[in-house]
C-alpha cells in the first residue's frame, strides 16, 4: 500500500511539472492582466523565460503578453526567439514584424510582414497589415496588391477597404479610390472620419455637391467637425463659388482657430477673391501656427509676387523649399523672383530643377526661354517657347475649372483641408 501511494504521489509531482510548461505559464500570466495584477503577470512571464521547453510558439507568446505590458524590447527579444526556433512559424514573423514596426524600425519590420503572409497566405491579418505598412512606406502599386488580396479573404473588413481607397487615390485611380471608400462606408456607416474622406473623394472626381451632402451629414451630428467644414468650402472652391468657401472656411476657423489648415484654406479663398492683404495675414497665421507647412509660405511668396514684393517672395520660396526641396512649383516661383533681379544664372538652375521634377507644366520652360533669349541664346530661347506652348495646348484641354487653372499655372495651391486623415 505504501508504494501504491508513493506512486501516486510521485504521478501528482509528475503532473505539476508538467504544468509549469512556458504555455501553460503564459497563459497564467495572461489571466493575471486580464485581472489587472501586472506586476504578477510579469513575475510569471519570467518564470515561462525560464521554463522548458522552449517552443516557436511558446517564445511567441511570451513575446506577444510582453508587448501588451508595453516591454516593447522583451516582446521583440522573445519573437526572434521564436523564428529562431522554427523560421516557418509565420505568427512569429508577424509578431516581430508589428514590434518592430512600433519601434520604427520599417525596413526590417517589412521584411517579416512580407515573411508571414508569404509563409501564411490565406491569413486575412498578414496581408492586411503588410498591405497598410506599404501603403505608409509609399509602395502604392505593391499596397494595393497585398490589400486586395486582404479584402479577398474577407470582404467584411472596412479598415482593408479603406486603406486601399487612400492607396489608389495615391497612384491616381480616384475612380477606384471612391468604389473602395464606398464599400468601407457601407461597412462602417457611423465613421466620420470615413465620411470625410468619401465627402473629399467625391469633390475630387467632380461632384461637389454629392461631397457636400455627405459632409452636412457629419456636420448634422456633429456640428463642430472641422473636416467636414473644411471639405464643403473645397467643394464651393471647385465650383467657383468662392464668396460660399470663405463663409464655409470662416466657420472651420471660427470652430478651430489654431487649426493652421484652416487658416490656410481661408487665405486661398481670399486669394480667389483677390483680397491679397487678407490671403497674406492668413498664411501667416498659418505658418505660425505651423511653420512647417511649405504650402503656406509657398502660398504667402504668390501673394507677395502679386502685389509686386519680390523680395519677399524669394523669402518664402526658400522657406518652402528648405521644408521640401523636391516643391517644383516653389523652384519655378524662386526662378521667376531671380529673375526679377537679374540673377539669371541662378535664375535657370532652379527653372532647370523645376523642369526636372515636374516636365509637364509649361511656365518653367517659358520663363527659362525668356532668360535664354536675354543671354542670347537664340536656339535655346525657342526650344523652350516650343516645349512651353506644346504643354499649354495639352494642359488646357485637360482644365476643367478656375481652380484648376490657378492650380496648374502655379499661382496658388489646392487646399488642404478635408482630405483623409
Known amino acids: 500500500m505504501r508504494s501504491f501511494f508513493a506512486l501516486v504521489a510521485a504521478w501528482c509531482a509528475c503532473a505539476l511539472a508538467v504544468a509549469d510548461t512556458p504555455l501553460d505559464l503564459a497563459s497564467k500570466a495572461e489571466q493575471l492582466i486580464r485581472g489587472g495584477d501586472m506586476n504578477g503577470a510579469l513575475a510569471t512571464l519570467s518564470e515561462a523565460e525560464n521554463a522548458a521547453p522552449a ?27 521564436s523564428i529562431a526556433l522554427d523560421g516557418s512559424y509565420a505568427a512569429g514573423h508577424y509578431h516581430l514584424g508589428v514590434a518592430l514596426w512600433q519601434a520604427n524600425d520599417r525596413e526590417h519590420s517589412l521584411t517579416e510582414l512580407q515573411a508571414a503572409a508569404k509563409l501564411a497566405p490565406n491569413v486575412f491579418d498578414y496581408r492586411y497589415r503588410l498591405g497598410s505598412a506599404l501603403l505608409q512606406v509609399g509602395d502604392l502599386d505593391e499596397a494595393a496588391m497585398e490589400l486586395r488580396q486582404a479584402i479577398g479573404l474577407d470582404v467584411m473588413k472596412p479598415g482593408a477597404w479603406q486603406d486601399l481607397g487612400r492607396a489608389l487615390e495615391a497612384k ?27 465627402a473629399y473623394l467625391l469633390i475630387e472626381t467632380r461632384r461637389a455637391q454629392q461631397g457636400i451632402a455627405e459632409s452636412q451629414k457629419v456636420l448634422a451630428h456633429n456640428p463642430a467637425d472641422v473636416s467636414a467644414m473644411l471639405n464643403i468650402g473645397y467643394a464651393h472652391l471647385m465650383t467657383g463659388e468662392f464668396d460660399l468657401a470663405e463663409q464655409a472656411y470662416r466657420q472651420a476657423v471660427g470652430a478651430d482657430g489654431k487649426s493652421a489648415v484652416a487658416h490656410y484654406d481661408l487665405g486661398i479663398a481670399l486669394k480667389m477673391r483677390d483680397q491679397l492683404e487678407a490671403a497674406q495675414s492668413e498664411f501667416k497665421e498659418a505658418i505660425r501656427l505651423e511653420p512647417k507647412l511649405a504650402e503656406a509660405h509657398y502660398s504667402l511668396g504668390i501673394a507677395d509676387w502679386q502685389l509686386g514684393d519680390f523680395s519677399g517672395m524669394a523669402e518664402q520660396m526658400r522657406a518652402a523649399l528648405e521644408i521640401r526641396p523636391e516643391y517644383p512649383e516653389a523652384h519655378y ?6 529673375k526679377q533681379a537679374s540673377d539669371y544664372e541662378k535664375a535657370i538652375a532652379e527653372l532647370k530643377e523645376a523642369i526636372r521634377l515636374d516636365p509637364s507644366t509649361p511656365g518653367p520652360y517659358n520663363t527659362l526661354g525668356q532668360i535664354l533669349r536675354i543671354k542670347g541664346d537664340k536656339a535655346g530661347s525657342e526650344e523652350m517657347f516650343a516645349t512651353g506652348a506644346r504643354l499649354k495646348r495639352e494642359k488646357e484641354s485637360q482644365l476643367a475649372n478656375t481652380l484648376d487653372q490657378g492650380m496648374r499655372g502655379g499661382t496658388i495651391m489646392k487646399p488642404l483641408g478635408g482630405g483623409p486623415q
Open 55 to 81: 517552443s516557436a510558439e511558446s517564445e511567441d507568446r511570451i513575446g506577444f503578453l510582453f508587448a501588451v505590458l508595453g516591454r516593447g524590447a522583451d516582446a521583440v527579444r522573445h519573437f526572434e526567439k
Open 333 to 338: 516661383m524662386l526662378g521667376i523672383a531671380l
Open 172 to 198: 491616381g485611380d480616384l475612380a477606384g479610390a471612391v468604389d473602395a471608400t464606398e464599400h468601407a462606408l457601407a461597412l462602417d456607416a457611423s465613421n466620420d472620419v470615413l465620411r470625410n474622406s468619401y
